[in-house]
């Protein structure tokens, strides 16, 4: 006799979670499941011996004074977990993710105001708790005539989900339906990929053998599932709990014999039901484990590319199931498109992440792989302290994300830069150089230092700029800071200081109205004392004092502006840099207490210089030396005098 057994045969990674949930619970005194924990009399049974008892109503709950309450892998409605939480009860939740997931969806989109409609037998545990997490009254139906006579308005939108265990093809004959209808629907595949793959490979297997032979629970919907495909594949099908309802006398003249399994089918049901078909089942079911065995986290396997989508790999590794490879998993750049990237048919290698990725495929990593050999020479370059480069993928509150060849490296925000940076933003996507400090990836702990280089550059720039500049030397550089004082100039190495006082030949009230950041600066260098470099824009070759004797030589009729007052006079702006003073006495022909009873600051004036020093840079005017009067000359020479001996004993406010 020739026996195919399932590959997909017994528990899926839902059923396996909840079973181990529940028995790591045994032995700690008042252990509750809501429900059978699975649809398999066995599984209860064993576990009703080790002190786990089922409870099925809400009334169950609240009598409960203390306890541990497990939530069955189908799930149940939101209120029951209130009511455990409200009975001051422990809760440990076993519902199966992909479960759990319809739950989530479910929740969300009745609560934005669409129309839920579930696929499924309405009175399977499973549908029953996802009724319940819904905040609209939903519609749950499961044959092909409900979908064809349901109406539902069509500005209404929809949200379709299935019952983890629903037939396939049925489950898609329905959606056609309603896709046929023009409604405005989002269909959620919720059946869970590892019921799929098992109802696929029952029909397959069922075509092929002369009987089949179906093992799970009485209540358990998948098993009854892949019952009613395999009785429409072969008529000899038979549906069995455990070994003792085989009748292997019925097999007596069958060639060929096919098993499957339902989720909640244990190993050893099967493997008892296996070894009663065949003598060589022990070493058929040992050959499966060692094959599971070969799959193992961490282990570096190759495959074929069988098929490539828009956001992963699909590749073949000659294990039960396909390895999967996430766009997230092929590179840490999410922008690149896998279709450019690979071809069916080339070969991978790639790290195993997850055996099984809750859809029944294995996840592998292809990045994890290279970031393994990145690794290598991250350490290679921490051992030689040589200089790395990388591109920025992420900017974190306490740094910098940096990818070196799919390998991470941290680089912490104090770490950045020699200065503190408050926003690293500008960093994200650029390439920056740095150096590893500490290497331990085992704690994923590795960590990146720019700083140190950017300090290393700043000292040979500032020791080269020393080694070049003297005083009066012309130098150029960006503006850095400005400051009430004056502006700081980054001169390549070193910042100069241009002081307010050496802006302008003229008088500058307020340097940021002059200079703003990053403005470039040519500029002389006034002094250098240690590390300090004066700097000043006063270019003498634009000293207004140079054509000062021309312009405003003895009755040359001048005009300026009022720059600032004292109870003596006026000084007054000619222009930048030149100031001539206007004696109280020469404003007016009658006498003035203070200029500023006749005059303003700002005030344009016109006046006749009445006296020039060049070697002292001092000039004196007379506004009433242009009036119309015919005094004598000696008054005007008498008060001149009198100008220049105030002028000379009193401080000039410069």
Not at 543 to 553: G, S
Request: net charge negative.
């Amino acid at each position: 006799m020739e026996i195919l057994l399932a590959k997909t045969a017994g528990f899926c990674f839902g059923v396996k979670r909840a079973v181990e949930t529940v028995y790591e619970q045994v032995g700690k005194g008042n252990i509750y499941t809501y429900g059978p924990i699975i649809h398999n009399e066995e599984v209860v049974k064993d576990l009703e011996q080790k002190g786990v008892f089922v409870i099925d109503k809400e009334s169950d709950i609240s009598a409960l004074s203390e306890g541990t309450v497990v939530i069955r892998s189908h799930g149940v409605e939101r209120r029951i977990y209130d009511l455990i939480k409200d009975n001051s009860l422990e809760l440990v939740d076993a519902t199966c993710p992909f479960v759990k997931k319809i739950h989530n969806i479910v929740d969300k989109d009745s609560g934005q105001g669409n129309q839920i409609i579930i696929i499924g037998n309405p009175n399977h545990p499973e549908v029953m708790g996802i009724v319940g997490w819904c905040n609209t009254k939903p519609i749950v139906l499961e044959t092909i005539e409900e979908a064809e006579n349901l109406e539902i308005p069509e500005d209404r939108k929809i949200s379709l989900v299935s019952q983890t265990t629903f037939n396939h093809k049925k489950f898609n004959s329905i959606v056609e339906i309603f896709e046929k209808k023009g409604y405005n629907i989002t269909v959620y595949n919720t059946i869970c990929n590892a019921t799929e793959e098992r109802q696929k490979e029952t029909a397959s297997i069922a075509q092929q053998v002369d009987a089949m032979i179906v093992i799970g629970g009485r209540n358990s919907s998948n098993t009854q599932k892949l019952y009613d495909i395999s009785k429409k594949e072969c008529a000899n099908t038979y549906y069995i709990q455990t070994l003792v309802d085989l009748d292997l006398a019925a097999f007596e003249s069958v060639g060929r014999v096919g098993i499957t399994a339902g989720a909640s089918t244990p190993n050893h049901i099967i493997k008892e039901v296996h070894g009663s078909m065949a003598e060589d089942f022990g070493t058929m079911f040992e050959a499966s484990l060692a094959e599971e065995s070969r799959i193992s986290v961490g282990k570096v396997v190759k495959g074929t590319v069988i098929d490539v989508k828009e956001d992963e790999i699909i590749l073949n590794i000659n294990y039960k199931a396909d390895g999967v490879i996430t766009k997230s998993e092929y590179s840490n750049d999410l922008n690149i498109s896998l279709k450019d990237k690979v071809q069916v048919g080339e070969t991978i290698e790639a790290k195993v992440v997850k055996t099984n990725d809750g859809d029944g495929q294995v996840l592998l990593s292809v990045k994890r792989v290279a970031a393994e050999k990145a690794n290598e020479k991250l350490e290679e370059a921490y051992n030689n302290e040589e200089i790395l480069k990388g591109v920025v993928t992420q900017v974190l509150d306490g740094g910098l994300s940096v990818t070196v060849e799919e390998a991470r490296v941290f680089i912490p925000a104090s770490l950045v830069s020699d200065v503190y940076e408050k926003d690293l933003t500008k960093y994200k996507g650029q390439e920056v150089e740095f150096k590893i400090t500490e290497f331990n990836p085992r704690k994923r702990r590795i960590i990146g230092n720019r700083k140190m280089l950017i300090e290393k550059e700043k000292k040979a720039a500032k020791e080269a700029l020393f080694a070049r500049i003297n005083v009066g030397d012309t130098v150029e550089g960006s503006v850095k800071n400005v400051t009430d004082f004056g502006a700081f100039i980054d001169l390549g190495g070193a910042d100069g200081l241009l002081h307010i006082s050496e802006m302008s030949w003229g008088r500058v009230d307020n340097p940021k109205k002059m200079f703003a950041v990053g403005d470039n600066v040519k500029a002389i260098i006034k002094d250098i004392q240690g590390e300090k470099i004066a700097l000043s824009l006063k270019f003498e070759d634009s000293n207004p004092w140079l054509t000062a004797a021309d312009k405003y030589a003895i009755d040359n009729v001048v005009t300026g502006k009022v720059a600032r007052m004292t109870d003596f006079g006026a000084f007054v702006e000619l222009e930048p840099g030149v100031d001539a003073l206007l004696h109280v006495s020469q404003i007016a022909k009658e006498h003035i207490e203070k200029p500023s009873s006749v005059l303003s600051v700002g005030q344009e004036i016109e006046a006749k210089v009445v006296d020039f020093k060049l070697e002292d840079k001092k000039i004196s005017l007379s506004m009433k030396a242009l009036l119309p009067e015919d005094e004598v000359v000696e008054e005007v020479a008498e008060a001149v005098e009198e100008v220049v001996e105030t002028a000379e004993e009193t401080a000039t406010e410069e």
